[in-house]
């Protein structure tokens, strides 16, 4: 989940506050009847849930609904998000989809085919380069791998 925070200025590494997160544990109290109301508050209404998030049921129908029905934004609202912006994701995308163009999904390579394929064919070469250098901290990582081990993409 992705979490956005704005402190409102430049630095805000630099903010300093009157009081510390210590202030919590002294309005424990408060704030598990707020917390507790709003549970109860949410529950009498008899408002409809939304889909529970993966094997998180509980947690979505007492939390994530209270929260929606409160009017907060969805708390698993930027998923979907994240998972789109995930360059690891994005990477492998692009390697995938050079892959099918230029060598295709239903037969067995050797890295040496691969190889080849990728020395004429600057889209899957770089595509390739991009995943090799996130796994090997390098930028030609892929291209210098010899033998004759065989890659199926089926």
Request: hydrophobic share 40%.
């Amino acid at each position: 989940m992705l979490c956005s925070l704005d402190a409102k200025c430049e630095y805000p590494e630099q903010r300093e506050f009157d009081e510390d997160a210590l202030v919590a544990k002294a309005l424990r109290g408060e704030l598990v009847t707020a917390a507790l109301t709003v549970l109860k508050a949410w529950h009498l209404s008899g408002a409809k849930g939304t889909e529970p998030f993966g094997s998180f049921e509980t947690w979505s129908y007492r939390i994530g609904d209270a929260l929606l029905w409160l009017g907060c934004d969805d708390p698993c609202g930027t998923i979907q998000k994240v998972k789109a912006e995930d360059p690891k994701v994005a990477a492998l995308t692009a390697v995938t989809a050079q892959w099918r163009e230029h060598i295709g999904l239903q037969r067995e390579v050797t890295v040496q085919q691969v190889i080849n394929h990728s020395m004429n064919a600057d889209d899957l070469r770089v595509a390739l380069l991009n995943v090799a250098a996130a796994k090997s901290g390098t930028d030609d990582g892929l291209l210098k791998t010899k033998g004759a081990s065989s890659m199926a993409c089926r």
